[in-house]
């Protein structure tokens, strides 16, 4: 029954009211409905009680005899407003000033405040007669022997109270039903508040139950309570990126099969010219099977690249670091791009300082980042273009602690709000999207390539004028 949020809020919000109200109206109509003047009253009727004690002390005998005591009453009654009863020391009716009372003479009272006249106590009570026909104070004086202190008879007094408790009803009427309409709002006012907080926790519980990655998710309004507007704002944004997320997730997916369509294509053409003829073409043949290489050269970088960003999106990247030479690791690379250089007439050249230690690398992780390098430069370059590749020992200590290895073309360069974003994954240019296809992994892996040996990556470029991207590797 209280398993949702609405009927919680509304009950916790009702609970204290309907608790207080009513107690606080019965206190206050009970208040109202026992003035001080009903206080008075009763000392009035005590001392008028008292009064016929005093007289009936002159005939003790009004206590066991009826007709003594019917004397008395009589004799007293028009002096007393209320209705006089006498009764005897075991609580019988002796005589009534009330003639409707005669069907109870000789019979014991049972009223409290009889009881407690018979307890030996003077007492006044608020009750009901139904004999008078009214609401009474009802009171009663216990008279005991002078001698022997024995209970011998009861006075006691009943005084219709109806008009005074008249004069309070209105009023009382009044403060109950201002509690009521007081409740009934606090109710109504729990329920809106209740609504104003489930209706948007439910809009979002909807827009969750809803979301499909396929299709974009419409915005939630962000209304409510301002934690719950929060909610709403955090789930917008999220599902915003998450969208995001999707579509380079799809743009991912189509680079990756062109990426790999390009080559493979290249590979079946080729080996379609090797098989029609081409291979009794020594020179042609040559030429063939070195475009081959070239291409499986470039499907082993994207595996690579591919792999690798599964890998290190999961966990750190593994190196597996040997002692060995910058030289050879460059020239490796540059000679598996000497094809495809040659296709575009590009001039690629490696100037490689003397001297340069042996560095402490994954060889494959370092290939991989010239690959990457590389493979831009020779992609965003025009034909007739040239590359350039050095490396030389960092100077800033002697002996040398790191060294560093530059890629520089002389292509259209990278705008300068641009040269922090391309190391983003999935970043490409708006600039070079349309003209050369790609992934937008390369500078990223790259990057994290670099960091995992304890090295960096960076970029300078002067836009029409070329790139020039430099990576520094501690030599251990
Ligand atoms: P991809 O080349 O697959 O788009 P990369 O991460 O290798 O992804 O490169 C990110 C972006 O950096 C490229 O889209 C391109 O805009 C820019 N870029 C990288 N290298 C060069 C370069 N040598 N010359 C000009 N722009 C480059």
Redesign the pocket.
């Known amino acids: 029954m209280f398993g949702n949020l609405r009927t919680r809020l509304i009950v916790s919000h009702a609970l204290p009211i309907l608790m207080l109200t009513p107690a606080l109206a019965l206190v206050l109509v009970f208040l109202l409905e026992t003035p001080k003047s009903l206080g008075t009253l009763a000392d009035q009727m005590i001392g008028q009680g008292t009064l016929i004690v005093e007289i009936a002390r002159e005939d003790p005998a009004v206590w066991h005899d009826a007709a003594k005591a019917e004397t008395l009453v009589e004799q007293v009654k028009p002096n007393i407003p209320s209705r006089v009863m006498l009764l005897d020391g075991s609580g019988r009716l002796l005589a009534s000033s009330l003639p409707a009372d005669d069907a109870r003479l000789g019979r014991s009272i049972t009223f409290p405040v009889i009881q407690e006249a018979l307890a030996g106590q003077t007492n006044w009570f608020i009750d009901y007669s139904p004999y008078m026909g009214t609401r009474i104070l009802d009171m009663a004086i216990p008279v005991f022997d002078d001698s022997t202190h024995a209970l011998i008879g009861i006075v006691r007094l009943s005084y219709d109270i109806s008009a005074i408790e008249q004069r309070t009803v209105p009023l009382s009427r009044t403060i109950i039903v201002t509690f009521a309409i007081g409740t009934l709002l606090a109710l109504l006012l729990g329920v809106q508040l209740a609504r104003s907080l489930n209706a948007p926790l439910l809009n979002l519980t909807q827009a969750i139950a809803r979301f499909a990655p396929g299709t974009p998710p419409p915005d939630i309004p962000e209304t409510g309570p301002e934690e719950v507007r929060l909610v709403a704002r955090n789930y917008n944004r999220m599902m915003h990126r998450l969208r995001e997320l999707e579509l380079t997730r799809q743009q991912l997916i189509a680079?990756v099969v062109h990426?790999l369509g390009t080559p493979l294509g290249a590979i079946k053409a080729a080996t379609e010219a090797l098989r029609n003829g081409a291979a009794a073409d020594p020179a042609l043949a040559n030429e063939l099977t070195h475009g081959i290489n070239s291409q499986i050269d470039q499907l082993r970088l994207l595996v690579d690249d591919l792999a690798l960003l599964g890998e290190s999106e999961l966990k750190e990247i593994t190196l597996n670091r040997e002692w060995c030479s910058l030289q050879t690791v460059i020239q490796t690379q540059c000679s598996a791009y000497t094809y495809w250089a040659k296709q575009k007439r590009i001039d690629l050249r490696a100037q490689i300082a003397p001297g340069i230690p042996p560095v402490y690398v994954d060889p494959r992780r370092l290939g991989q980042i010239l690959a990457?390098?590389l493979?831009?430069?020779y992609?965003?370059?025009p034909p007739g273009a040239q590359i350039v590749v050095t490396a030389g020992c960092a100077t800033e200590a002697e002996p040398p602690t790191a060294v560093w290895v530059e890629?520089a073309?002389n292509?259209?360069?990278?705008a300068p709000e641009?040269q922090a974003r391309?190391?983003d994954l999935l970043?490409?240019?708006p600039?070079?999207?349309n003209l050369?296809?790609?992934?937008?992994?390369?500078?990223?892996?790259?990057r994290r390539l670099a960091e995992a040996h304890g090295g960096t990556i960076s970029?300078s470029?002067v836009p029409g004028a070329?790139?020039t991207?430099r990576v520094m590797l501690p030599i251990r």
Do not use: T, W
């Open positions: 680079n990426e990457n390098l493979y831009n430069a992609k965003y370059s890629v073309d292509g259209p360069g990278i641009e391309i190391f970043y490409r240019s600039h070079q999207r050369h296809k790609g992934m937008g992994i390369g500078l990223a892996l790259s970029v470029s070329g790139a991207f």
